[in-house]
């Protein structure tokens, strides 16, 4: 069995595919309450940072308080600084567009 769990370029698998390679899933726990207005909008624009906006209790629940758990979708093919930074880049934006909508007039 265990041999078939481990590989020496891959680390040990498992039954999801999205935890192959370094596995990491970094998260950032922040309130958007202005992109909490549109959630399509706000997933669209995470897409574009290769994140994924969860809700206040994880996958497929409600923004509580427009609190989103912002994390890294891609997990292979990076390394664990990659994708950190990625998503610290990601985040930054998402903040800076938050910034914004919230001092836009009207």
């Not at 078939?4 to 192959?20: D, R």
């Not at 909490?36 to 909008?41: E, F, I, L, P, R």
């Not at 610290?88 to 836009?104: N, P, R, S, W």
Request: hydrophobic share 35%; proline share 5%; aromatic share 4%.
């Amino acid at each position: 069995g265990k041999k078939l769990m481990e590989h020496p370029n891959y680390g040990f698998l498992g039954t999801c595919p999205s935890n192959l390679g370094t596995g990491l899933r970094g998260s950032v726990m922040i309130v958007l309450p202005e992109l909490n207005k549109d959630v399509h909008k706000l997933e669209e624009i995470c897409a574009g940072f290769d994140l994924q906006p969860r809700g206040s209790s994880g996958e497929h629940s409600a923004a509580v308080g427009g609190k989103w758990d912002i994390s890294n979708k891609q997990r292979i093919g990076f390394t664990e600084v990659q994708l950190v930074q990625k998503m610290i880049d990601g985040v930054k934006k998402l903040i800076a567009l938050e910034e914004e909508l919230a001092t836009a007039p009207g």
